[in-house]
Each structure stands twice: as C-alpha cells, then as structure tokens.
C-alpha cells in the first residue's frame, strides 16, 4: 500500500515525497483513514513506529479547507524535546500547505510566546504546563479549536501531568476530534480515554514485543564498575550513533563528561540544562556532531534519530515498557541494531521481566580481559553528592523555624515548588 491511496491534497503529497515515505507503516496505515474521517481514536504504538505522522498528515488535510490565523489543532506532548520533534514533522510535512505551527513550553520566556500566539496559528504543539499558564492569562485562544491529540499519555500520567490535561479539556470544544497515543494503557490513561473520546476506533500496533530487528545482550557487573566497563565496551565495539540511559541527571551528567575526557564526541541530555543547551545536545546528536548521547528517560522522549546502532541501558529500567521505550530508539527504519544493559544482583527481577516480554532468555556477555574483580573504592569518589555545608547558624535557624514548618504542613510549600518545576519540563 502506498501513501496515493489516501488520496491526500497534492500539498499535503508533496510532504510525504519531501520526508521520503514511500510505504506507510502499520499505525499509519490502521490510523491515517479513521482519523481523515474526522473519527476519535486511540492508538496503542510505540516509540519510533510512524504514529506522528499518523496525526500529523490528517491535521494538515483537515486544516486545509478552513479559517487561517487562528488555534484549530493543539497536540499536547509530555516534553520539549518531543514537541520540537512533533514541530519538526508538522513543518516538513506540511511545508506546501502554508499552515503555521509553534511549540510552546516551559524553560524559556513566556512573553515571546505570548507576542507569537498573537500573530494567530492554525497548530500549536504544547507541553502541559506552560498551556495552561497561557490558558490562565488568556493569552491563547483555544475557542475554535478543531482537534485535539494527546501524545505519549502514558508518559504524561508518569510525570504527573493527568490533572493538568483535565484542566486543559476543560477549556476547549466539547464539540471536537480527539486522538490518544500512547505506548502503554495503565488505568488512569484507560479511564482518561473512556472520557475524552467518543466512539473511538481503537489501533495498536506491537504494544508488547520491542522489535524483532534489534539484538539484546545483558553485562553482569557491579555497580563501581560500570564505567571502566562502558568505556571497554565502547573501545571494542563498532557503532555508528550511542545512546546511553542513566537514571539520574546528576549521573547523565558525570558520564558524558567522563566520555568526553577519554576523547568521544559526548553529551548529556538532562533536566538541569537550559532550553538552548538541550537543543544544542539533541541537535547535535542528529547530526552526527556528537556520536554518543547520555540521557535520563525523560530527557530522552522524543528523541527521533533513525541511525542509532546502539542503544546502552547504564542502569536498569524501572519497568519492562520502559525497557522497550528505551530500545525502541535503535533498529528503526528496517535497520538492526543492538541493546546492550548494565545489570547488578538487584536487577534480577527486572531481568525476568524482561525476558518474559521477550520470550525468551537474553544472551549474558563479559568482556575478555576486563578486571571484574576490582574493589569498590572506600568511598564512592565518581558519583557522590558533594558534602552539603550545614553550619550552626542553618542549625539554629532550621530549629528555629520548625514548630512554624509543623503548624503550616512541613514541606507543602517546598512539595508545590517541585511539581510546578517538573510541570514546566
């Protein structure tokens, strides 16, 4: 099947040919007619299986025909780097279309937005957090709303972002198309779909099973050794583009600096990095100015680059689907590519899990001639936290304040702090 039987607008065609689609893959193909109906659906896809293009093409076929100058499709992604990426699409795709697109998130001035939204766009692409501050100072419109997606819920419900999204669907069009992708279908997503969509034609493509064009290997080794062992395994093995998962930025952080001083063209991809330097690392990454990206998971949504060969889980997953979100960045596109990942004692569980989703067992790996005997130093000298200085007049003050603390609820104040500052990734 090939994309002619869509029967898509020419400018719209012209997109495909510019992108270089020949043949849509299975979501677009179960997707693209339902939604060009102007139907609900909720797709069940992974990472890296063509379903933004599968909203993508129906949104600039429907926006077509119609008003300009004002909000009428809003796609609602769970981080900067996947809307930068779903914006990325929309102007290629839809380049002959002359319909505009904007991002909107946190992490970066909020007046410029403002002045943007101003100028009217038929397509806005936004994170949860920073829509809703425009949505509260009205600086965005969202009245002729046509519309609606949702993308990657599941990650959304992971960072908290399920209360925002009601409060967002609160203020648009009852009267509307909704779409919902998401990779997983926890309970909070299913009754979120229950009550968003209606009548909904339900696609799934490999929910479960990571793709069959990617090989698994696990390296047992312990915790103060995965380093030597990351850089020895780099040494010996052939890549083409690495992405390396932490758990932790203040990990993602040390470890691309430890690659950079054993001379790879490194970068981390973290939370704590400003708006510019993010772009500058995911930039950086797509087009082979750095060959190795070190990322936690959610800095790493969104990531979009068909030629990684490897993909290194440095510390295990929490979760089996975040396993396969993490390995989905790498065999895409027809290609093979390899998941290499770090394993300790503690990881036995996970392991199983794993294997069980598979179906069968993963190879173990050591690598010849690698000391793996080697002690843990006395004291963690690579990732601890520097000692935090807590003098005697913090001591007073903290006791001075602590009957107050109690009386208003303890940390409430500290705990709002947090969530509005994850709100804003």
């Given at each position: 099947?090939?994309?002619?039987?869509?029967?898509?607008?020419?400018?719209?065609?012209?997109?495909?040919?510019?992108?270089?689609?020949?043949?849509?893959?299975?979501?677009?193909?179960?997707?693209?007619?339902?939604?060009?109906?102007?139907?609900?659906?909720?797709?069940?896809?992974?990472?890296?299986?063509?379903?933004?293009?599968?909203?993508?093409?129906?949104?600039?076929?429907?926006?077509?025909?119609g008003?300009?100058?004002?909000?009428?499709?809003l796609?609602?992604?769970?981080?900067?780097?996947?809307?930068?990426?779903?914006?990325?699409?929309?102007?290629?795709?839809?380049?002959?279309t002359?319909?505009?697109?904007?991002?909107?998130?946190?992490?970066?001035?909020?007046?410029?937005?403002?002045?943007?939204?101003?100028?009217?766009?038929?397509?806005?692409?936004?994170?949860p957090?920073?829509?809703?501050?425009?949505?509260?100072?009205?600086?965005?419109?969202?009245?002729?709303?046509?519309?609606?997606?949702?993308?990657?819920?599941?990650?959304?419900?992971?960072?908290?972002?399920?209360?925002d999204?009601?409060?967002?669907?609160?203020?648009?069009?009852?009267?509307?198309?909704?779409?919902?992708?998401?990779?997983?279908?926890?309970?909070?997503?299913?009754?979120?779909?229950?009550?968003?969509?209606?009548?909904?034609i339900?696609?799934?493509?490999?929910?479960?099973?990571?793709?069959?064009?990617?090989?698994?290997?696990?390296?047992?080794?312990?915790?103060?050794l995965?380093?030597?062992?990351?850089?020895?395994?780099?040494?010996?093995?052939?890549?083409?583009?690495?992405?390396?998962?932490?758990?932790?930025?203040?990990?993602?952080?040390?470890?691309?600096?430890?690659?950079?001083?054993?001379?790879?063209?490194?970068?981390?991809?973290?939370?704590?990095?400003?708006?510019?330097?993010?772009?500058?690392?995911?930039?950086?990454?797509?087009?082979?100015?750095?060959?190795?990206?070190?990322?936690?998971?959610?800095?790493?949504?969104?990531?979009?680059?068909?030629?990684?060969?490897?993909?290194?889980?440095?510390?295990?997953?929490?979760?089996?689907?975040?396993?396969?979100?993490?390995?989905?960045?790498?065999?895409?596109?027809?290609?093979?590519?390899?998941?290499?990942?770090?394993?300790?004692?503690?990881?036995?569980?996970?392991?199983?899990?794993?294997?069980?989703l598979?179906?069968?067992?993963?190879?173990?790996?050591?690598?010849?001639?690698?000391?793996?005997?080697?002690?843990?130093?006395?004291?963690?000298?690579?990732?601890?936290?520097?000692?935090?200085?807590?003098?005697?007049?913090?001591?007073?003050?903290?006791?001075?304040?602590?009957?107050?603390?109690?009386?208003?609820?303890?940390?409430?104040?500290?705990?709002?702090?947090?969530?509005?500052?994850?709100?804003?990734?």
């Amino acid at each position: 099947m090939e994309f002619q039987r869509f029967n898509l607008h020419p400018h719209v065609a012209a997109g495909v040919k510019a992108a270089g689609y020949s043949k849509p893959t299975p979501i677009q193909k179960q997707a693209i007619p339902p939604v060009l109906q102007g139907q609900d659906v909720l797709g069940l896809a992974q990472t890296g299986t063509g379903k933004t293009a599968a909203f993508v093409l129906p949104i600039l076929e429907r926006l077509l025909q119609g008003p300009r100058g004002r909000v009428r499709a809003l796609i609602v992604a769970p981080t900067r780097e996947l809307a930068e990426q779903i914006h990325e699409s929309i102007t290629t795709l839809g380049r002959q279309t002359r319909l505009r697109s904007m991002t909107v998130y946190g992490g970066v001035g909020f007046n410029p937005q403002a002045d943007k939204l101003k100028r009217g766009y038929e397509i806005v692409v936004a994170c949860p957090g920073r829509l809703l501050d425009h949505i509260d100072q009205r600086t965005i419109n969202l009245s002729h709303l046509e519309t609606l997606v949702l993308d990657e819920a599941d990650r959304m419900f992971d960072m908290g972002f399920l209360p925002d999204i009601r409060k967002i669907i609160r203020h648009i069009p009852a009267k509307r198309q909704t779409l919902l992708f998401s990779a997983t279908m926890p309970d909070d997503i299913r009754r979120l779909a229950h009550d968003i969509l209606h009548a909904p034609i339900t696609v799934q493509v490999d929910h479960a099973a990571p793709a069959n064009t990617v090989s698994h290997a696990l390296y047992p080794v312990e915790q103060h050794l995965k380093t030597a062992l990351l850089l020895e395994l780099l040494r010996h093995t052939d890549t083409e583009s690495v992405l390396i998962f932490t758990r932790t930025k203040h990990r993602a952080k040390r470890i691309g600096q430890q690659l950079e001083k054993a001379g790879y063209r490194a970068a981390s991809l973290q939370g704590n990095l400003s708006q510019n330097r993010r772009q500058e690392a995911l930039d950086g990454f797509r087009s082979g100015r750095y060959q190795i990206l070190v990322a936690t998971d959610i800095a790493a949504r969104g990531i979009d680059v068909s030629s990684i060969s490897h993909v290194i889980n440095y510390d295990m997953p929490d979760t089996a689907d975040a396993y396969t979100h993490r390995i989905g960045r790498t065999g895409r596109a027809a290609k093979t590519g390899d998941a290499f990942t770090f394993i300790t004692r503690e990881d036995q569980d996970m392991v199983r899990s794993i294997e069980r989703l598979l179906g069968y067992a993963i190879e173990r790996r050591a690598l010849k001639d690698f000391d793996y005997k080697k002690s843990a130093p006395v004291r963690d000298a690579e990732f601890a936290r520097p000692p935090r200085q807590y003098t005697q007049r913090r001591k007073t003050e903290a006791g001075a304040r602590k009957p107050f603390a109690a009386k208003a609820g303890g940390t409430g104040g500290r705990r709002a702090s947090a969530t509005r500052s994850r709100k804003t990734t």
